[in-house]
């Protein structure tokens, strides 16, 4: 399996640390609001990644984690005269029930929370000053870029335009501009832990190193998000896990491409803003994944109501097909397999393996959705009612199979028998007319 490494900018053969199992991290979200379409993408993108995996026969440590402390979550909570965890709790239950309508598979991934590892992160940190490579100045702590080589290595930043340029936090307390905050000290109405450098609070980089550390080891096997976290967020998780460990924080960075609205870049102040809640409220959300793996996870992708419309007449057509199938096999006989018959498992045989040919080059699951239509292609010109069951509920095993993969056709369809069959009927007569044409 290929697999786009952004550290190295190309394509590279994907080994596992273990042979048996793989090791992923994927940034959650910062749990202070619903969560929008773009923070939807990498989560359905690298449930796939990690269903796929298991479809291999691997075993796979899956972690999301949840920053539930943060300027964004303190400042929601002095709007809504509430505290911090009130604001987290709530927001978290809210990720959970879109993540589940959006198919996510909830009960095989492990969410730390940022605020219940704090104490792993002063660890972290008080290691960083033994070794050199941080600094106390007034009651925070930063990591100083100076010490290490290679940083920018990630994201290619040029590192003298991001210090002339406006993405850099100048300070008066720290030594360096690129230097970043790895410990705020306490302000008020913020909450606050103790610690050796006083009273405050972590920062957001150092989270998300202290937790992959301790849940998955020095180097993980994949570290994923959306590309907007390149740098610095992931620039900085590099250079502070690299230099307390002295290894590779992660083997291969994934990360996905941007949401535009309506061809223009998704911003609240635009006001194209959509939240998975609110597409909730015309879709259903296996549509949203529909949509969100119909396009290459590292190509832009466009959100609008008539791409929308396209992904849920799609996602109908292979629900029909498969209930064809279902169909088919409710009047079908046990028979002996003739020739032909053998002949059609080996095509089926054939489109699960472009379909694996798909994913293994860099999770391609637009190819791969392609050949869900394939199969019902195939099987609607090739199979009858007169097909054997087996052969019928192989080609239908094949198709479960591979749509689990893509976390897609699981939804149970509450039709009468009646407007199943209608259904199936005009499918099949626009495949007789298509391929009559």
Known sequence: MKLYNTLTRKKEEFQSIDSEKVTMYVCGPTVYNYIHVGNARPQVVFDVLRKYFEYKGLKVDYLVNFTDIDDKLIKKANEEDRTVKEIAERYIKEFKTDAEGLLIDESKTFHPKATEHVEDMIEFIKDLIEKGYAYESSGDVYFDTTKIEGYGKLSKKNI?????????????????????????????????????????????????????????????????????????????????????????????????????????????????????????????????????????????????????????????????????????????????????????????????????????????????????????????????????????????NKLETLSDVLGLLSRKEELLEEEILELIEKEIKRVKIRIIN
Not at 296 to 314: I, T
Not at 328 to 355: G, M, N, P, R, V
């Open 160 to 396: 003298e335009d991001l210090i002339s340029g406006s993405r850099v936090e100048i300070s008066e307390i720290k030594k360096n501009p690129m230097d970043f905050a790895l410990w705020k000290n306490v302000k008020p109405n913020e909450p606050s832990w103790e610690s050796p450098w006083g009273k405050g609070r972590p920062g957001w980089h150092i989270e998300c190193s202290a937790m992959a550390k301790k849940y998955l080891g020095d180097t993980i096997d994949i570290h994923a998000g959306g590309e907007d976290l390149q740098f610095p967020h992931h620039e900085n998780e590099i250079a502070q896990s690299e230099s307390l460990t002295g290894k590779p924080f992660a083997n291969y960075w994934l990360h996905n491409a941007m949401i535009n609205i309506e061809n223009k870049k998704m911003s609240k102040s635009e006001g194209n803003f959509f939240t998975v809640r609110e597409i909730g409220e015309e879709y259903d959300l296996e549509v949203l994944r529909f949509f969100l793996l119909s396009a290459h996870y590292r190509k832009p992708l466009n959100f609008s109501k008539e791409n929308m419309e396209q992904s849920k007449n799609g996602l109908e057509r292979l629900y029909i097909g498969k209930k064809n199938i279902e169909h088919l096999i409710e009047i079908s006989q046990s028979k002996e397999l003739t020739s032909k018959d053998d002949e059609i498992k080996i095509e089926i045989d054939k489109l699960e393996q472009k379909f694996r040919d798909s994913m293994e080059d860099d999770i391609n699951t637009a190819d791969a959705i392609s050949v869900l239509f394939e199969v019902i292609r195939y099987a609607n010109a090739n199979l009858n009612k007169d097909t054997p069951r087996g052969v019928l509920e192989y080609t239908l």
